[in-house]
């Protein structure tokens, strides 16, 4: 059943949205439209049983006041041509039947119409009425008195026919079944009009958002290529400038302290006064020397925060491997663990530098967040997309309540604008980032040997 429901589902979704217009239109007009003519031929149904039920019974009725001389007299033949006459007039007239009073059939004409009888029969009782006048009594001076006797000779029955109505009313319903088809003819063509309209519409709007979403992925991408270039630039002015003054005022604060312990060496052969200020001076130069030492070293870190030299001299693999292996060393608390699956280099430097960036930015939500004891990140090429999974058994979160910072969002803008999918699960106890930037475009991809691999 529930691959039943699933195949129904797929079945839906191939198809186009101006056809799901079209039926979401017609298909109501069509639903009311059915109801109307089936109400009308159920009510012409109604009106025809109606008008032989009345016509029936006044048949029945009038044909027992007529028939009461002749089935009292005898004059059967008479009866006879009367009722063939009153059906010879009515075409909905079936048969009809005279009976004694006994119920003993004494005649039976049949209809001109054909067709089935109706299941009810109309019958009537044919009545004797007598009226005598009692002659009076001259001798006891009575009164003459009236009187009046009824009596029941026979039975009238008249059967009815619904053909030549039901024929009748069926000319009319086919005609308004006609209108009806003509209308709803005309309301599909209206309706699927509309739908091309409303269609072409709406797939010039979702062309338009497809194109401002590519656009803003490509953006996305120059944003993130800009920023890691202006990362790269500082870096380089950085390493090439600043450490190498750096390392030019340690080589003179080091040169200075030579001096000094050889003016002092001197002093102490010649005079023991300018032993105090030599000494200073010496302190002063050893200072400089450990503060450039450290500016430099700062620099170093901050060198590889803004562009990882790793990722241009071991690859997306390598580079993403000993992140890790850092993170293991420096912080005891939680275990490290990583893998990798497939091939990384032809992978372009972009692609490269999002991915590093993004598994950067997870194990950094771990350490500060997740309060784990063990933490594994997974690398893979495969189904035409670069895979990344950082998985933790911390603390977790709840996804209803969690605020997502400027770390994740970032992450999320990276996985865009590869066309990716991003997803932050938790199941109360560790969590699990996955994310997918596609290869499919090509444009992730670059020759043999190039930075990025």
Known sequence: MAGFSVLRA???????TRTRLLLITVLPVTAMCLTLVWYSYQSRQNEVRAE??????????????GSEVGLGTGRYAELRQTLEGVVQSDASIYRVALFDAGHKELLRVEGRAGGQPEMRLYEAAVLKRLVWVSMPDLRAATPALPGRS??????????????????????????????????LL????????????????LQASLSALR????????????????????????????????????????????????????????????AQAASPRLALIESKAQSITKLALGLYNSGRTLVRRLRPEMLDMLGLQGAAEEMVRHYDETHPSCRFSFAAEGD????????????????????SNVVKHAQASRATVTLALRGGSLH??????????????????????????????????FELHSGGEGSVLAASLSLKDGTALSAPGSAGG
């Open 10 to 16: 797929r079945f839906w979704m191939r198809w186009s």
């Open 52 to 65: 032989l039920a009345e016509r029936g019974l006044l048949l029945a009725r009038v044909l027992a006041d």
């Open 211 to 270: 194109e401002a979403d590519a656009e803003k992925r490509r953006l996305i991408r120059r944003v993130n290529s800009a920023v890691e270039e202006e990362r790269k630039s500082i870096a380089l002015e950085i390493h090439d400038e600043l450490n190498a003054t750096l390392i030019a005022v340690r080589l003179e604060a080091q040169g200075i302290a030579g001096l000094a312990r050889q003016e002092l060496a001197d002093a102490e052969a010649a």
């Open 388 to 421: 990344i999974e950082v998985r933790d058994n911390g603390r977790g979160f709840d996804p209803s309540q969690q605020a997502e910072g400027i770390g994740i969002v970032g992450m999320r803008e990276r996985v865009a604008a590869f066309d990716g999918c």
């Open 150 to 183: 009824v009596e029941t000779i026979g039975y009238v029955r008249v059967t009815m026919s619904p053909t030549r109505l039901l024929e009748r009313q069926e000319s009319r319903f086919y005609l308004e079944l006609l209108v009806a088809v003509a209308g």
């Open 344 to 363: 990384f280099s032809r992978l372009d430097g972009a692609m490269a530098i999002s991915a590093y960036r993004i598994i950067q930015e997870a194990l």
């Open 186 to 201: 005309v309301c599909g063509l209206l309706a699927a009009r509309m739908a091309q309209g409303f269609d072409a519409s």
